[in-house]
């Protein structure tokens, strides 16, 4: 499974979370799959390898922004999402009363805007491509 199919199975428990009253666990799945997202991208830019393992999700949005310019800029969004995937895996870091449907909903607006980013504005060139799957020789 790559990143991008992954982040889409994610958003789509999040929002099945999101349904079921589970709001807490909807923005812990939704800031994953922004993380996931912006991975599935990370190969088209200079990076440091381990940004593919890491939560570094401000600095992966960074490296993309360099090549790919957002129609909107989402550095707060994300800097909001990494906090939140921390404190709602981990409830006793914060205030449980924050977790609210509004709140949830924030972040699910947030996994469609980088969808969004990812699939209309971070597109490969045929040069990307021909870097991916070079040539055959016969």
């Avoid at 381990?50 to 360099?66: F, G, P, Q």
């Avoid at 906090?83 to 949830?104: C, H, I, M, Q, W």
């Amino acid at each position: 499974m790559d990143f991008y199919e992954n982040a889409h199975r994610n958003e789509q428990a999040a929002i099945t979370l999101f349904n079921a009253g589970h709001y807490q666990q909807c923005i812990s799945l939704a800031c994953l799959a922004v993380e996931l997202y912006l991975k599935s991208k990370l190969h088209l830019v200079p990076h440091k390898p381990y940004w593919e393992t890491s939560h570094d999700v401000v600095n992966i949005y960074e490296a993309l922004i360099k090549r790919f310019k957002p129609k909107s800029d989402f550095r707060a969004e994300i800097t909001q999402s990494r906090k939140y995937f921390n404190e709602s895996r981990y409830p006793y870091a914060g205030d449980l009363s924050v977790y609210t449907a509004d709140f949830a909903q924030e972040f699910l607006d947030l996994v469609a805007k980088i969808r969004t980013y990812i699939d209309e504005d971070c597109l490969a060139t045929l040069d990307d491509l021909t870097g991916k799957y070079p040539p055959h020789e016969s």
